[in-house]
């Protein structure tokens, strides 16, 4: 494990810039208070409210300012709950809607990081009767989960829908979603060590582990928040039995559910369907938790990949997140999946937002013994008690930085920023009051890759993919008008009156 302080850097440049979009847009009129009790149109209570407020609290986080509405939306929730404490219908005993379970996922995870922050009592309360009202009772339920690929239906949009009912389980086209609550449960339990939620948890876990996943063309979006909450309750109770399920799931994913540009395809197995933001959110934060957790170094690596390449892209210029045809067995070319600029302004345009904060949090990991480790390049700040560190950069795009140490005490640690292959070390050492200047340089190059789901090539220039509009290219990698090989991380600045011309073709 990589013990490190959490010392949240103070981040500048193009990831704040990408802050500053996602927060402008979930200031819409979609995402204010009482319109996000009314926009759920398909069947899935507390989802959009849960995470326009998960959303918000990452925000607040990220920018160490309260929201424009987060506290009116959170004095509002209590009016819409039902009876029971929760949002939707109260069903009978012994019978469960995976997609109010999912849904719900994301209103408890956003309830417990809000009264984190806040200390809200009447917060508490509403955390504790969504647990022991809708979420306990599952206990010895989730044995009769349906597991059997013959049951499940393989149909489904980009919002899910329910598909039918099999025992006690109305269940989704968003197979398996019903684990999705195993993120925010372990987010409960992190906090309040309650035993009857643990005993669900394992539950849960024990026969999550025994899913075909590719077989039930499990939704990828589900697999990779039910890993987040495996490894969350791996923290908590260092059982390596929960880390090693993550390990072996996510390696699933790695090689059956990630496209060439390392965003996902929706369901394992289902090429030709297109990527979700959320779930690319959530392979970025694994994968950088399985680097600190274990590491290793390809995850590390990995993590860089999915930020530039698969996460980058799917932000749009209004700051939201869309989604994308998927490069692979269905096509070379990487675009926008429907018409418009594709946003998923139901739950990806919120899912990216805490993908940001967590980027925010992760720019610089300070070990205790004072090393800093820079998986992301960018730019940052980071105070600690011994001094004060500057870190600028274009990294990716460049391979050069400079650090500016002002010491408060005696100080002798390495910097490791992460290069095209491995993290690379550079020393600091100053006296208590000496300003310390380092001008670094990272291993980058041009290089080519054999492309993973399908037969070709790929151009990266270190982590960075890069992709042309164009078919032909000569030697010098660049096309026949000469547009040249550019990397994805530019989405963001593509106009809706350019967006129907745009692709990227990135396999070759």
């Known amino acids: 494990m990589i013990e490190h302080f959490f010392m949240k850097p103070e981040v500048r440049g193009e990831l704040m810039e990408r802050v500053l979009l996602n927060a402008a847009r979930l200031c819409s009129g979609i995402y204010r208070p009482n319109a996000i009790y009314t926009q759920d149109k398909n069947g899935w209570p507390g989802d959009w409210e849960g995470r326009t407020i998960l959303a918000l609290v990452s925000h607040m986080k990220a920018l160490e300012r309260e929201p424009a509405y987060l506290r009116e939306i959170i004095r509002d929730i209590p009016e819409h709950l039902n009876e029971k404490g929760y949002l939707g219908k109260v069903l009978p005993d012994g019978v469960f809607d995976e997609q109010q379970l999912s849904g719900h996922n994301w209103l408890l995870s956003g309830l417990v990081e809000y009264e984190y922050l806040s200390g809200d009592e009447n917060v508490l309360q509403m955390i504790k009767s969504i647990v022991s009202n809708l979420y306990l009772p599952l206990t010895g339920y989730y044995k009769t989960y349906p597991l059997d690929p013959e049951i499940r239906k393989t149909g489904g949009s980009y919002s899910g829908t329910v598909s039918s009912r099999v025992g006690s389980w109305i269940l989704s086209t968003d197979i398996g979603c019903a684990f999705m609550c195993l993120d925010g449960l372990s ?247 000496e300003k310390f200047h380092l001008s670094g340089k990272i291993s980058i190059s041009h290089h080519d890759e054999i492309a993973f789901t399908v037969d070709g090539k790929k151009h990266f220039y270190g982590n960075l993919l890069l992709g042309t509009p164009n078919l032909t290219l000569n030697r010098e990698g660049v096309s026949d008008d000469g547009n040249a090989l550019r990397p994805l991380t530019d989405m963001k600045d593509v106009m809706p009156e350019n967006i129907k011309g745009e692709g990227r073709q990135i396999v070759f």
């Open 187 to 433: 987010r409960y339990y992190e906090l309040f060590r309650d035993k009857k939620v643990l005993k669900l948890l394992s539950e849960m876990i024990s026969v999550f582990k025994k899913i075909d996943f590719v077989g039930t063309h499990m939704q990828t979006h589900a697999t990779l928040s039910a890993v987040r909450g495996i490894l969350k309750l791996y923290k908590v109770t260092s059982k390596k039995e929960h880390l090693d399920v993550a390990e072996s799931v996510f390696e699933l994913y790695k090689t059956c559910g990630m496209t060439e540009n390392y965003a996902n395809f929706n369901w394992f197995g289902r090429f030709d369907t297109w990527t979700e933001p959320c779930a690319i959110t959530d392979s970025l934060i694994v994968a950088t938790d399985l680097y600190i957790l274990t590491g290793k170094i390809s995850y590390l690596k990995l993590a860089a990949r999915i930020y530039y390449n698969a996460f980058c892209y799917a932000q749009r210029y209004n700051g939201g997140f869309g989604t994308d045809k998927t490069v692979g067995p269905a096509g070379k070319y990487l675009s926008p999946a429907g018409p418009g600029i594709s946003e998923a302004y139901w739950c990806c345009t919120m899912r990216g937002a805490e993908g940001l904060a967590y980027l925010c949090e992760n720019s610089a990991l300070v070990k205790k013994n004072y090393d800093v480790i820079v998986p992301f390049g960018g730019s940052f700040t980071v105070h600690s008690m011994e001094y004060r560190l500057d870190f600028e950069s274009r990294i990716p795009y460049e391979d050069t930085f400079d650090v500016k140490v002002l010491a408060l005490e005696d100080v002798s640690f390495k910097i490791l920023v992460l290069g095209e292959e491995d993290l690379e070390e550079f020393h600091v050492d100053a006296k208590k009051g």
